[in-house]
């Protein structure tokens, strides 16, 4: 999958991807060149998680903004 295929996954689709590569990788099984390309992939993947959970922690925070000011807090989910 190209990385212009990677940007329009959602979060929950990239993740569950990333997850499958990662037991491609662990089980030993691929040769090199197969395993670099797994990598990369698995990379460019991960990337794109950060990239969305960066994004929701600035619109939490952008929700969390009071009258005096902007008010940082921890997000937490139980």
Do not use: P
């Not at 491609?24 to 040769?31: I, T």
């Amino acid at each position: 999958m190209a990385n212009e295929d990677t940007e329009s996954m959602t979060f929950e689709e990239s993740l569950k991807t990333l997850e499958q590569l990662v037991k491609e990788l662990e089980s030993g099984n691929l040769d090199l060149d197969k395993g670099l390309e797994v990598y990369e992939r698995a990379t460019v993947l991960r990337d794109r998680c950060k990239k969305i959970l960066d994004e929701a922690d600035r619109r939490v925070q952008k929700l969390i903004e009071t009258s005096e000011g902007t008010k940082k807090e921890d997000l937490v989910i139980d």
